[in-house]
Every structure is written in structure tokens, then in C-alpha cells.
């Protein structure tokens, strides 16, 4: 079936370091890629979307990557701190079903 | 603004009961969702609605029904609750056009089915 689905449960990294956490998707129906971070206890926050038809988007210390040979998709964070620690979910939006499909999520973990 | 509210926070059910999650946004979307999230999953959604009046089943609509009467509001209700049901219940609301890409999200009801 289709599905979004990520490469890494468990990302670890040193406070400062850059962090890139990655995912793979199946359908090349999508029209959007968007990455949403979860803290522990709340809901999902919008970070970064990135259209089907470009390969790059930045925003503030995060960057998204879409490479649509292979169908993968990345989130880089720069400069990571520790309040940047939750759960990474990928999700993909297709406007003809209007829903978005959810991966399964990466956890990071920044230490001092 | 308040964004999305989620009524109750945590409910614990006898298998059988009833009952009905209330979703509310002051932000006039006209997009409201309804996902579940279970351990270690992303998450999956119930039960859409694209305006006030309408509803669209999502991935995993089988034993619940939403009803979108106010465009603020929008219930979610299990009419006899199952322990495959317990999970944390989150309400979504966007935007019509543009990307409308970027839902936000309530934080969430947790709810334990026995």
C-alpha cells in the first residue's frame, strides 16, 4: 500500500552538532511533503512544508530536502539544541483525497 | 486566540460505553480532523470534515461517526467502545487554499478503554 515511512526510529546527537533525520515515501502522487515535531504530551507542530515540484526549502536552522528519483525526504536542523528534542513526523498531502498521511516518526535526542 | 481545544484531556471507558470528544477552533478554518496515535505510530486519520455540515471518512473511520454542525466544532463520538480504541485522540484544523498545508493540532485526549 502506500505509505510514508522513516529510515531512523532514534536519532542521537551532541547539542551544537547539525541533525538530519530522514524519510522515505512511496507515492509520487503527492503534491507536498511537510515535516511536523511533537513534544511529549502535545499535539504535532507544523515545521516545514516543501511542494512536490522543488528539491529544497529553507526556513529558520532548518532546511528540507526532496529527492523524488529515489523518493526520500530530509530534514536538516542546524545548530541543534536541546529544546529541539521531540518526535519527527514526515507526512505527505495529496489535494485530490485532501488528507495527509503520516509517517511513523524519529525520535531525537540532543544531549549537552 | 485559543487555536484547538480538545475536550476531555484523558477519559477512561468501560468497554461498551459511549461517548463523544469535542474539538474546538476559533481560528474560522474551514478544514477540521480527527486522528488517533497509538505508541510508537504516526498518526492516522478518522474522520475529516471540509466544512460545516459535511464529514468524509479518513483511514480508520470503523467505530466512530463525527458531526460537523458549527464550523467551530467538530465531535467525534464512539457509540460502543472497544479496548482497540484506546489511543490519543487529536483534532486538527486547516485552512481552504493556498498550501493549506500547515494543520494545527489540539493536544490531544487520551483515552483507555477497558
Known amino acids: 500500500g502506500e505509505s510514508v515511512g522513516l529510515h531512523l526510529p532514534t536519532l542521537s546527537v551532541q547539542e551544537g552538532d547539525n541533525s538530519i533525520i530522514n524519510c522515505a515515501y512511496s507515492n509520487s502522487a503527492s503534491d507536498y511533503f511537510i515535516w511536523y515535531k511533537q513534544e511529549s504530551g502535545k499535539g504535532p507542530q507544523f515545521i516545514i512544508d516543501i511542494r512536490s515540484n522543488m528539491d529544497k526549502r529553507q526556513g529558520q536552522r532548518v532546511t528540507v530536502l526532496l529527492n523524488k528519483t529515489v523518493k526520500h525526504l530530509s530534514l536538516q536542523i542546524a545548530a541543534t539544541q536541546p529544546g529541539d528534542s521531540a518526535v519527527y513526523f514526515c507526512?505527505?498531502?495529496?489535494?485530490?483525497?485532501?488528507?495527509?498521511?503520516f509517517g511513523a516518526g524519529t525520535r531525537l535526542a540532543v544531549h549537552p | 486566540n485559543a487555536g484547538v481545544t480538545q475536550t476531555p484531556k484523558f477519559r477512561v471507558l468501560k468497554t461498551g460505553q459511549s461517548m463523544t470528544l469535542l474539538c474546538a477552533q476559533d481560528?474560522?478554518?474551514?478544514?477540521m480532523y480527527w486522528y488517533r496515535q497509538d505508541p510508537g505510530m504516526g498518526l492516522r486519520l478518522i474522520h475529516y470534515s471540509v466544512g460545516e455540515g459535511t464529514t468524509a471518512k479518513g483511514e480508520v473511520p470503523d467505530g466512530y461517526n463525527v458531526s460537523r454542525l458549527k464550523k467551530q466544532n467538530f465531535l467525534l463520538g464512539l457509540e460502543s467502545a472497544a479496548p482497540s480504541q484506546t489511543s490519543v485522540y487529536f483534532c486538527a484544523s486547516s485552512t481552504r487554499g493556498g498550501s493549506g498545508n500547515e494543520q494545527f493540532f489540539g493536544p490531544g485526549t487520551r483515552l483507555t478503554v477497558l
Open positions: 481560528m474560522n478554518h474551514e478544514y
Open positions: 507526512a505527505e498531502l495529496i489535494f485530490l483525497y485532501n488528507k495527509l498521511i
